[in-house]
């Protein structure tokens, strides 16, 4: 049988990113890389395969048929690597890491992409510890952690951003709120990154509020939300079906986006190599 090496694994890996991210802009956020290398990766991508893969749909790339054949083969052959990759070195490796995730990813995905990972890698031991976004990232300054997943309102910082998310007004189905009423908030601690930027953002807007509850727990943060204990600020992802999103028309502001970011010991070979799996795994939602 005749192999012809065409396809790379760089340009599967991007062509997946384009179809996750919706589009060449925000895949090139995602993987720092110009607007214009992704186009071109995407370019080359087509010609090596004869095929036109996405059309455009207004701002977004949709993938034709033959799209949709690519990107099935395009994860199995990910997927493939990955285990290959695995299976020569995954009994290999051992050691253990120590990582910092924020409370607002515990209950997020990251937690099966944790498991997964420890599957692959049985000789690597995760010691894993929950915390706020500050304080994961001065720990991670004092060498307590040899990689921290975090939560940051900067798009630009010390760590890599992993996915940037949007913020929305959380609150149960029958919340009834009138504007120059008080409006009451539940949330994590004063030092949660959502807490503070919803804080910020009802003081800018002049709005009257108050914290009816606080919790490090976000099942239980969103079951007061649930039962009508107030209204809290989170991405689309915390809603649970008993929640619903406030729009523009229920009076209160726009939020902003939160971003999702990493830091990996550099000296380290095992805490390069999760920072590499989740770089590299469906994105992990806030």
């Not at 995602?30 to 036109?52: C, D, F, I, N």
């Not at 919340?175 to 539940?186: E, H, K, R, T």
Request: aromatic share 8%.
């Amino acid at each position: 049988m005749n192999y012809k090496a065409d396809l790379s694994t760089e340009l599967l890996f991007t062509f997946i990113h384009v179809v996750e991210q919706g589009g060449i802009n925000r895949t090139a956020e995602r993987l720092h890389k110009t607007q214009s290398a992704v186009s071109m990766q995407m370019q080359r991508l087509e010609e090596r395969v004869g095929q036109k893969l996405f059309y455009q749909s207004g701002r977004r790339k949709l993938l034709t048929p033959a799209g949709e054949t690519m990107l099935v083969y395009a994860r199995k052959l990910l997927d493939l690597q990955s285990e290959a990759l695995t299976a020569l070195q995954g009994t290999a490796l051992e050691g253990e890491l120590n990582i910092g995730v924020s409370h607002s990813l515990v209950e997020s995905n990251l937690t099966h992409e944790l498991t997964v990972f420890a599957r692959q890698y049985p000789k690597i031991l995760l010691s894993v510890k929950s915390g706020e976004s500050r304080e994961l990232e001065a720990a991670f300054g004092r060498g307590e952690y040899d990689y921290v997943i975090y939560l940051t309102r900067e798009s630009v910082g010390s760590g890599d951003i992993l996915g940037a998310y949007q913020m929305y007004w959380h609150a149960s189905p029958d919340f009834d709120w009138q504007q120059g009423q008080m409006l009451p908030i539940a949330s994590f601690s004063a030092t949660c990154v959502f807490r503070q930027i919803c804080v910020e953002v009802l003081r800018q807007a002049n709005l009257p509020w108050r914290e009816v509850y606080r919790t490090s727990s976000l099942s239980a943060l969103i079951s007061a939300v649930e039962g009508g204990l107030g209204v809290t600020a989170r991405t689309a992802h915390a809603a649970r079906g008993k929640t619903r999103i406030l729009g523009a028309e229920a009076g209160l502001p726009a939020l902003p986006e939160v971003f999702v970011a990493n830091r990996y010991r550099k000296s380290s070979v095992l805490a390069g190599l999760i920072a590499e799996w989740i770089q590299n795994r469906p994105p992990v939602v806030a």
